[in-house]
């Protein structure tokens, strides 16, 4: 179908539903999100055969309208707080996937810079660590247990104070990302190198795998959601950057909302992370390795299915096939 012939076969339906969300007219809000879902299926068929329309500003802008008054509509009966992390947030993060994955890719591409430097270059470690830390490290390392430094202080006390730690880290990740998101990646550039030369510093001393069974108890869901974190700066960043079709300040808003969204939704990881640091990382060196291996894997992929894999199933269930699906216009 020519593009002509899709706006003009689409247009006064557009523009009804436009009028209606404006006029919060809808006798239920079945019928809005009915509505919704066929604006949804419009923009995806936009999306793949003009993808350098205006219309899929429009439409765009059309079903994020909706979508707020859906969920502003809906029955008393739904826990707003539930939703939040159920649906909204899940679709964000499918909108802004692309940030998610080069968040990991400028992830990976700085800790492999860490190890690569610790690796070349003998004093590196030091460098980055401290003299004080890599002696203790040291000394962890000849009594047996190189990650003794996470049995210091008491229970509660270390997990407030980790979690406190990592709260601020995310959200100062975050908020530098109003320099252009160049804040955002400074603060991902050093805690990545920090960790790629920590990892190959126990590589170095033969204690590779007792640091990883130490460690990553705690740090699938610290290091993960970091990570999140500074996909919501770039996000911020970006939306500074390349406000599209909208005013700069327009858009500078829309990504600070976005952005803060992702944040918050990461606040539980963070605190779940903080607890394993306090309660459980301090006993990685006597328990079982099946144990310690199982909540690496289950931590990590708890929240790499939060943030990878959900939002597809939640943006699919919310586009199912319907009259106005591509496949039948």
């Not at 990570?227 to 500078?252: D, K, M, N, Q, W």
């Not at 803060?260 to 006597?286: C, D, M, Q, V």
């Amino acid at each position: 179908m020519r593009e002509v012939a899709f706006i003009k076969q689409n247009k006064e339906k557009w523009l009804s539903f436009e009028k209606a969300i404006v006029n919060n007219d809808f006798d239920n809000p079945d019928e809005l999100a009915s509505q919704y879902i066929h604006v949804i299926n419009d923009l995806a068929y936009a999306q793949t055969y003009y993808p350098k329309s205006k219309v899929i500003a429009y439409l765009n802008q059309l079903s994020a309208n909706a979508y707020q008054k859906i969920y502003k509509t809906k029955s008393t009966d739904t826990n707003r707080i539930i939703s939040f992390w159920k649906t909204e947030v899940p679709l964000i993060c499918y909108q802004y996937r692309k940030f998610i994955y080069i968040a990991f890719i400028i992830f990976s591409a700085f800790t492999f810079i860490g190890a690569i430097s610790a690796a070349n270059d003998g004093e590196f470690v030091r460098s980055v660590l401290g003299d004080n830390y890599v002696n203790m490290s040291l000394e962890n390392i000849e009594a047996g247990d190189p990650v003794a430094v996470y049995k210091s202080g008491s229970n509660w006390g270390s997990f407030i104070g980790i979690t406190i730690n990592n709260l601020r880290v995310g959200i100062i990740a975050f908020v530098l990302g109003v320099f252009l998101g160049i804040g955002t990646l400074y603060i991902m550039f050093n805690n990545c190198i920090m960790l790629g030369s920590f990892q190959y510093f126990f590589y170095e001393k033969g204690v590779f795998w007792e640091s990883v069974r130490g460690i990553w108890i705690h740090g699938a869901m610290e290091i993960f959601a970091i990570v999140i974190e500074c996909a919501a700066g770039l996000i911020l960043g970006t939306s500074i950057l390349f406000p599209a079709t909208h005013s700069r300040y327009t858009s500078f808003k829309m990504g600070a909302k976005t952005g803060i969204k992702i944040l918050i939704s990461t606040f539980p990881f963070t605190f779940a992370a903080g607890f394993l640091e306090g309660f459980i990382t301090r006993y990685s060196n006597i328990m079982p390795h099946w144990l310690s291996v199982g909540i690496i894997l289950i931590t990590l992929g708890i929240i790499s299915y939060y943030y990878l894999i959900y939002p597809f199933k939640v943006q699919k269930q919310i586009t199912k096939p319907s009259v106005l699906s591509p496949s039948n216009i």
